[in-house]
């Protein structure tokens, strides 16, 4: 355990190599193969992830986040190809969307298929997914062969963490490993879009505003 910061940050630590990030990907992919929870940097803040498809992990991420179980998790996914298994229908609007703003700070939400956990989808049956702007979830995702979770590395409704130290503040005893990747650069959270029915419904306001979204479909939305 390597921690900088004091004796109640229990997570093993390890800094990320961009440029040769096979140490990081492996001790990441060992800890979420195994149940365990991974802090990850993304594109935008710093995300928490498990397996996405493992309940009893999924089931972790709510009780360390003190997040309410009605509240959906976002996950994150290699490429768009892997949808088929989590979203029941991508209608022409999602198409359009995912064609223009993935990878990046877009998640979608669609109706679950049966293989997502229902404790994901917040007993909504609806699920959140993006392709990160992030090359090296991308690899996390592709690597794993699974969905990861993505929700930020917080307790609910505290600050979203920008930096390997404040995730460390806010739940250095209860994650497993933390992949240091620096200071994030944005300041703003992804951009949030129900595209369950042809009319797509805004869900959260993020980096990607909503006229820009309003030009690729050429429609209002809600």
């Known amino acids: 355990m390597i921690c900088g910061i004091s004796e109640m940050c229990m997570a093993e630590i390890i800094k990320i190599d961009f440029d040769h990030p096979d140490t990081a990907l492996k001790n990441a992919l060992d800890i979420l193969t195994n149940g365990g929870i991974v802090s990850f940097p993304t594109e935008t803040f710093y995300g928490l992830g498990v397996n996405a498809l493992d309940e009893r992990a999924v089931n ?10 009605n509240k959906p998790l ?4 290699a490429s768009k190809d892997q949808l088929s298994d989590l979203a029941k229908t991508v209608n022409v609007t999602a198409k359009k969307l995912i064609d223009c703003f993935w990878p990046g700070p877009l998640t979608l939400v669609f109706e679950a298929t049966s293989k997502v956990p229902k404790v994901l989808t917040g007993n909504t049956g609806k699920i959140g997914v993006r392709v990160s702007g992030s090359g090296f979830v991308r690899q996390l995702c592709e690597l794993s062969g699974f969905p990861i979770t993505g929700s930020s590395a917080n307790v609910s409704n505290k600050p979203e963490p920008a930096s ?7 739940l250095g005893d209860k994650i497993d490993l933390l992949l240091d990747g620096g200071k994030a650069t944005e ?6 879009l129900d595209v369950c029915e042809t009319l797509p419904k805004l869900i959260r306001q993020g980096i990607i505003g909503k006229d820009a ?3 690729v479909l050429g429609i209002r939305i809600k």
């Not at 976002?74 to 996914?77: A, G, N, S």
């Not at 390997?164 to 806010?170: L, R, Y």
């Open 60 to 69: 972790k991420i709510f009780r360390v986040k003190r997040r309410d179980i």
């Open 74 to 77: 976002l996950i994150f996914i």
């Open 164 to 170: 390997a130290v404040e995730v460390i503040k806010s």
């Open 187 to 192: 300041t703003q959270s992804s951009t949030v």
């Open 213 to 215: 979204i309003e030009n």
